[in-house]
């Protein structure tokens, strides 16, 4: 759940940051039904680029004209068992230097690390709780952050895992990651923050982690990205009205905001969420 007094950046202008949560992008089969879910129930606008392995990449627009994430065609040969989701890409500073210390960690690459023209180097790879992430060196604007605290931006990422324990190790001896731990009602939420941060300031967080409950269901780790919209219940209420599923319904989180989970048409899950 997000707590978004945890501020990774500026609120004012994009910033490259070694170590956050630097682009949220759709992975799906049907990214015309996507784009016409998505535009209705976040208002983005979509944005075509060029891109040579697949054609086309799609970015995802704000009403004030911030590119905040992208959507893209999954591969063929991804197992049809692989539902859509969305990924999340972090900021490292030299990708293969990552990936090889991600390796010795216990985590298992997905593919090798690739150039792409005038984005940067990307390796996909699963952490050792089985959880997808993308270590990404970005070029020029890329792996610029863009605020995360204004209508249609993402505001907050979630690891959702079996195993909390191994999940810290392995993020904090990778990417430098503290951690501090909230005590809930469901079970202890942990707190992820950029080495350096102001915790007392609550300046320098990067995301949540917490563990899968029973009443989840089978569920394989996960990141669950969260957007910020102007009223959840509103948002809950287009995304069903449009092809989705509400899975959580909004829902208060004391002293920090209103949340709902749901899933689009063509099968990935995501978050609204609207801070207090």
Not at 235 to 261: E, L, M, S, Y
Request: charged share 20%; glycine share 10%.
């Amino acid at each position: 759940m997000p707590n978004t007094t945890a501020t990774p950046t500026s609120s004012k202008s994009a910033e490259r940051i070694m170590g956050i949560i630097c682009w949220n992008e759709l992975h799906t089969r049907d990214t015309k039904r996507a784009a016409d879910f998505y535009t209705k129930v976040v208002g983005w606008t979509t944005h075509g680029c060029p891109d040579d392995s697949s054609g086309s990449y799609t970015e995802w627009v704000t009403k004030s004209g911030m590119h905040v994430g992208g959507m893209m065609n999954m591969p063929k040969e991804v197992p049809a068992s692989v539902p859509a989701n969305w990924a999340v890409y972090i900021n490292v500073p030299d990708v293969d230097v990552a990936v090889a210390k991600a390796v010795k960690l216990g985590a298992h690459k997905i593919m090798d690390a690739m150039d792409f023209p005038n984005v940067g180097r990307i390796c996909q790879i699963a952490d050792p709780t089985g959880a997808v992430v993308h270590l990404f060196k970005g070029v020029d604007q890329c792996g610029m952050r863009a605020p995360q605290n204004e209508t249609g931006t993402f505001c907050w990422a979630e690891l959702l895992t079996n195993d909390p324990a191994k999940a810290e190790t392995f993020y904090s001896q990778l990417l430098g990651w503290t951690t501090t731990v909230m005590p809930m009602p469901t079970g202890d939420y942990t707190l992820f923050w950029l080495p350096g941060a102001d915790k007392a300031k609550k300046q320098g967080g990067v995301g949540g982690m917490m563990k899968i409950l029973p009443e989840m269901g089978p569920m394989p780790s996960n990141w669950l990205t969260y957007i910020m919209v102007d009223d959840v219940d509103a948002a809950a209420a287009r995304a069903t009205q449009h092809g989705g599923k509400v899975c959580c319904p909004p829902t208060d989180i004391p002293n920090v905001g209103r949340f709902a989970v749901a899933t689009d048409p063509t099968g990935a899950t995501f978050a609204l969420f609207k801070n207090k």
